[in-house]
């Protein structure tokens, strides 16, 4: 976020009392996260503009499922992409079916019911589910389309754990040893309709995503030459995001897939997409007050309201994730003064908890902010309730004006979650 909308933000976020950098303020605004929906809407725009026209954009909730994010994506005209049966629920609340998309790696008998009732979009995981499809089809046709979900092997990116079309993976059907079944099936299945790849979230380059939806085109026409149908095209998502924050290229990425795959844009198919880190990730920017400042073995230590809990990431695997940090004066400017090393920590008891180690930054006392830049995606999906602290309330920009997406959790909902029945106060 750029510094003049950051200070826009803290300004907004104060005078609401959403945010309250002193920390006489107590336990009231002591984080926020700010969700910049013009930006979204400016990526949303890119991204259209680069695939297809007709393409379906079923944005991934779990990048980013506050309940307010979905009704602004809702109302821009894309669909959804749910991973769980609650984020299918959560698209279909807010979607036709139509825009749905169901991709879960792990479906029961129950999900699969719904998906199949419902009519969303419902990509197989293995040729096992295909055979759970047909037993409760029972010789009926789906309202909806079903898809597969393949594994071209493109080899892993440069995060293994988020690369997901490589060898070993447990994702998809393996294209190099179930080819023909792969073909058979579409033959024998006249509602098996859609081909699906998701490369990985993230470490994999465009060329790799590319290489994927090569795969599943190329795929699509043996499965014609084969007597079967492919309506659907769906080539995932997982647009990387530059952690300096220039904005993810949807142009480049779509011109490479215009290059190499044209007949992706030619088809009697549709193609479907399911972006999420590359929608949202840079319109995030997460505000906390630092509580305190302290010395420890010779370093300069702030801390945090947020760690571990919402960079899940970051703070276990540093080396590979990491978030652009500025220090803000409690309106929102930025910080002057030397810099120097400086660990930024969070909230809970372990050493790990923290989200810079020696970063060189101007000084910083209680009562400042640290925003954590590129923080929109796969932070609060990602939520850890070690220490059971309350999540922070989520804030939506739009033009000049905030408005409360999710209020703070409270401390009967997180009880709540450990089973406490009761107001768990003194
Ligand atoms: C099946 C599927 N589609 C889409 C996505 C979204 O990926 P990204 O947020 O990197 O665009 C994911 C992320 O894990 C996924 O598993």
Redesign the pocket.
Known sequence: MQPARLRQAVELAVAHGWLCPDPAAGDRGAAVVVHDLDAVDARLADLRRAAPDDALHAV?I??NPVGGVLDHLARQGVGL?A?SKVELLLALRRLPPQRVVF?S?CKTFDDLRLALDRGVLL?LDSLAELDRVVRLLDGGRPPGPVGL?VNPDVGPGAIAA?S?AMAGSK?GVELATERDRVIRAFQRWPWLTAL?V?V???GCSRDQLVAGAQAITSLAGEVRAAGGRVDWLDV?????VDADGVPPDFAAWGQALRDRVPALFQGPHRVVT???????AQAGVVLSRVEAVKQSGGRRIAVLHVGADLFVRAAYAPNRWRHRLAVLDPRGIPKQGPRMPWDVVGPLCFSGDRLAKGAQLPPILPGDLVAVHDAG??TLSMWSRYNSRQAPAVIGLRGERAELLKAAETVEQVAAFWGEGADPRP
């Not at 995932?236 to 990387?240: A, D, F, H, S, V």
């Open positions: 991934a779990k990048a992409e991973a991709d790696p990509n979900r988020t997901t994702f699906h998701h990985g979230s993230q995932g998502g997982g647009l990387p399911e972006m999420g880190r590359s929608l949202h995606a796969y």
